[in-house]
């Protein structure tokens, strides 16, 4: 696709300033993406499966952290680890950095900068934690450049796990699922807030479909890809960077 494609498409500033005004919202463990469904199942999935993978971890990346609710879950299943938070949003990342402190004794680094345009530098991480994010990229190029800085980001037999808004590649199915979650905003409140969800969602989001995200992960050297939960226009999953070879 070309950039003429993306041209109607929210600014990287209008979408931080959007995140800056909403930083309480999302602030809260059980009720912070009740317009994603199942939150907290997701949220529950990511952390559990990080945690498994690799239990040992020291130091862990929160892509689009938000008011940090991910790190915060896992911090309950691996205790008092270093924590690196990156947010578009300075209050985001602000009221993550505190509510993070409050429970940790680990070091916390934070980085008010967009992902693809941050260095993050090799074999930094055993877990990448990437909720409700990378629906922002645009190009497919751009998809490539971060996930391959994600691979290098991690030290062998790291583990990466998204959270995501995803598309259908069949054009039945995708009318199909979003019909669905529109049903599932509607019953959720009303059609007005299934309206200004689907709204901002046109203004502001290029996701990509599930398969072809799963598929990116093994171009780029990840192995073990699984898909831990999906449901409607909603995917939980992530895979592993192989490990040194005896």
């Known amino acids: 696709m070309t950039n003429s494609a993306y041209a109607n498409k929210s600014t990287v500033a209008q979408i931080r300033q959007r995140f800056d005004n909403d930083v309480e919202r999302f602030a809260n463990l059980e009720t912070a993406q009740s317009s994603t469904v199942d939150a907290p199942l997701a949220l529950e999935l ?3 499966a ?3 993978t690799n239990p040992h971890a020291s130091h862990f990346l929160d892509v689009g ?3 940090g609710n991910y790190s915060l879950k896992l911090l309950q299943k ?3 680890r270093d924590v690196t938070l990156i947010d578009l949003s300075q209050p985001m990342l602000d009221r993550a950095s505190e509510r ?3 429970v940790s004794n680990g070091r916390i680094h934070t980085h008010q ?3 693809r345009e941050l260095e993050l530098g090799d074999n930094q991480f055993e877990i990448i934690m990437a909720a409700a994010v990378l629906h922002h990229l645009r190009e497919e190029a751009e998809w490539t450049a971060v996930f391959q800085k994600f691979y290098r980001a991690l030290k062998p037999g790291g583990s990466i796990w998204i959270s995501d808004l995803v598309t259908h590649t069949a054009e039945a199915i995708e009318q199909m699922m979003v019909e669905r979650y ?3 905003l509607t019953d959720l409140k009303d059609q007005a807030y299934r309206d200004h969800v689907f709204a901002y969602i046109a203004a502001e989001d290029t996701p990509r479909p599930l398969l072809f995200q799963l598929d990116l992960l093994r171009q780029v050297g990840f192995v073990q890809a699984e898909i831990l939960h999906k449901n409607s226009v909603f995917a939980a999953f992530g895979a592993v960077k192989p490990g040194v070879k005896e």
């Open 46 to 48: 990511i952390t559990s």
């Open 182 to 184: 529109g049903r599932y």
């Open 65 to 67: 952290c938000g008011a």
């Open 100 to 102: 993070v402190q409050a």
């Open 50 to 52: 990080a945690a498994a």
């Open 113 to 115: 900068s967009d992902i």
């Open 78 to 80: 691996l205790p008092h």
